[in-house]
């Protein structure tokens, strides 16, 4: 079988582990500290809050920029659900704009009409390694005074017009989840360069405790600390995030070259001004192969290739649907995408010979 994503820990990974060990800090410690700077450093941010994982990180994002009860955050409908969850969990409404059928990125032109007096911030999420076109996103930020928080999860090392995902919008948030560029097992980090935004997660990040009194405190915040151990895998992956970069792309391109001249099957475009980072091979049947997603990864099971289904929309989702969210709103793309789109495995470990393989069942599977 090839698994659809190992992670890479062959680095420094261990050795940093065994010193925390050794060490006795293995709650907080040096190392978290040294993580927070030199990741937010290669991005381009004056502060990283390293969390326990990106859900949290969105939490502690929400949390800094002050979203209150009733306003409103726009994101993409065809996303993960933690970026609503994080919005409905300080009393927001999440509002949801479809996305473009190229990149599966939120679609900028949609998003103006979907603003009202409530609206406090966008979420720009980086979809499947490829960046969103946050320009556009920042002009109306500005026009109407509104915060825009990069989900960054994806994209780690990709650059939109030169600058480093993550590092572009007011603030954002990374996972650190296995699966990710960069990985910590579990983790996440806020990053911004916004002093007052910074303080904000980090107090939020640690339950509020006041500097001035402690255990007193003025606003509720949560436990969402890093551990020192987390902190030193970071360190470790992060000394080789440009070589996984290269990796990823140099897969991306093998299976691009392969691709490409297959009808009925696409992958995601890379706009001019994007540099990607094929975090995961993406790709999306066309119907007229009689084929969908669900049907797809199930015969390419049976051949020992493992896969993985795109999001479902948060406009499907049952959970969200029960609070009268939605009712009667349709994304189409998001709709069409969820049920065509799958990715293919995108360990840095996968081998020529292996992405021949998968390329040679698809063909075989859709007789071409
Ligand atoms: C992975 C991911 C998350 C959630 O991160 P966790 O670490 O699993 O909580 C959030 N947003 C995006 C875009 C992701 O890819």
Redesign the pocket.
Known sequence: MIPVNLPLVDGREKELLIECIESGWISEGPYVKKFEENFSNFIGMNHGIAVT????A?EAAIFAIDLKEGDEVIMPSF??I??AIVALRFGAKPVLVDIEPLTWNINVDQIESKITSRTKAIMA?H?YGHPCDIDPILDLAKKYNLKVIE?A??VAGALYKEKRCGGIGHIS?F???AN?IVTTG???MVMTSDDKMADRARSYRNLCFRPDRRFYHTELGNNLRMTNMQGAIGIAQLERIDEFVEIKRANGARYRELLDPIPGIRAQIEKPWAKMVYWMYAVELDESTGWDAEKMMAELFSRGVETRPFFIGLHEQPALLDKGLYRNEEFPVTYNSSRQGFYLPSSMSLTDTQINFVVDQIKDILEV
């Open positions: 994982n990106g859900t949290a969105l996303t993960i933690s970026c999420i979809m989900d999860s994806q948030a996972s650190l989840y990710k579990e983790g996440g």
